[in-house]
Each structure stands twice: as C-alpha cells, then as structure tokens.
C-alpha cells in the first residue's frame, strides 16, 4: 500500500522508508506539513499516513485537522508520530483526526501492527465506498423508473424521452439492470395457448374435400 511519511528528521524519515519498504509498502516522504498537506490533496493521495507531530510549517496536527475538514474525500488512515508521551498529547491528537497516536523511540513491531489495522481498516472503507456507489447506481437506475411512462393500449410498447416506441422489456432492460426470460401464464394457457391448439386439432381432424 502506498503510504505518506511526513517526518523533518532524515535519520527518522530514512528509517521509516527503509521499514516500509521491507514491509512490502510503497512510502511517499515528505519533510515539512505543507508538503504532506499538498500530497494529501492529489488525486493519487496515499490512503495511509504516518505523520510527526512537530515539523516546520504546518504541524501534524493541523495536517489531520485539515485532512478531516476535506470534503468528499478518499479514506485515510493518519499516524501520528511524535516524542510527546503523556495522556492529554495522545488526546489532542485524537481530537485532531488522527486514527492513532505512537511515541518516539518506537518499536517497529509495534509500528508494523498498527500499521496493519489501518491497512484493514482502509480496506473495509473501500469495500465500504464500493458497495455505497453501487446502491445509489442501484437507487438512481429506480429513481428513472418512478413517474408515469405513457404505454400503447394496443401494443403495450413504451414511449421513450425521443419520442420513439420500444417493447417494455427492451425499455425496463435499458432503463434498469433487470433482464427478462419469456415464459406463459396459466391464464394465458388457458385463454390463448389451449384454444388455439384445439383449433389446430379440430382443423387438422377436417376430412379433406372431394373433387365431384
């Protein structure tokens, strides 16, 4: 998973992509919050981030802030890095928008771990988005169908928005993501098919006409 780390340190920023890298990642580094900042608004945006708390421009925690004030926005996991080790700083950064909260010196099983909760968690938010776009496509396709759709008494075809006639299942197939199988009803065996086939048997059982 491609993963931003946001770190100033080059010591700290050079191991964290040499983990990540081991750890079958791709690791995007940046070394102040503006550049985080603007990464995170790409259209390739990474899904994860590991950002440190204190950087030159924008901190991390404005960093979160700003990246849970986007609207319509990817998933994004944030991991916020820092040295700062008591309760009220891990508060703070929780508030801020962060999904965790790991002190400096770290351990890199411990990073390894929480890294894979968020890769889960991203991946249940995808799934997630997936099947939301998929029940308004579902709902809006139903949407098309509400209203009134004027139908010919004779042929029973439908008038389209261009002002031609197609056959209703050709209307609802294009219209929907219903498709049709033809079958006959018992009131149809009974009213047309049984009638028209004693007819053909009656006609068949006609002695044939002779010449004088």
């Given at each position: 998973m491609k993963i931003l780390v946001a770190e100033d340190q080059p010591d700290s920023w050079l191991l964290l992509e040499?983990?990540?890298r081991g750890w079958g990642h791709e690791a995007v580094i940046t070394t102040d919050g503006a550049a985080a900042w603007d990464a995170l608004q790409r259209e390739d945006a990474p899904p994860l981030a590991i950002l440190d708390w204190m950087m030159p421009g924008l901190d991390g925690l404005e960093v979160c802030r700003r990246a849970r004030g986007r609207t319509n926005a990817r998933p994004l996991y944030i991991i916020l890095l820092t040295a700062r080790a008591n309760r009220q700083d891990a508060i703070d950064g929780l508030d801020a928008g962060a999904d965790d909260f790991v002190t400096k010196p770290f351990d890199p099983a411990d990073l390894r771990a929480r890294l894979s909760v968020g890769v889960r968690v991203?991946?249940?938010q995808r799934e997630l988005a997936a099947r939301i776009?998929?029940?308004e496509a579902a709902l809006a396709r139903v949407d098309h169908l509400h209203g009134i759709l004027p139908?010919?008494?004779y042929c029973k075809k439908v008038r389209t928005e261009s002002d031609s006639w197609q056959r209703v299942e050709a209307y609802v197939t294009a219209h929907s993501g219903v498709r049709f199988s033809h079958g006959v009803c018992p009131e149809c065996v009974k009213s047309v098919v049984e009638p028209e086939l004693n007819e053909l048997r009656r006609t068949r059982a006609l002695p044939g006409k002779t010449e004088p």
């Open positions: 040499t983990l990540l991203v991946g249940l776009a998929d029940l139908i010919c008494s």
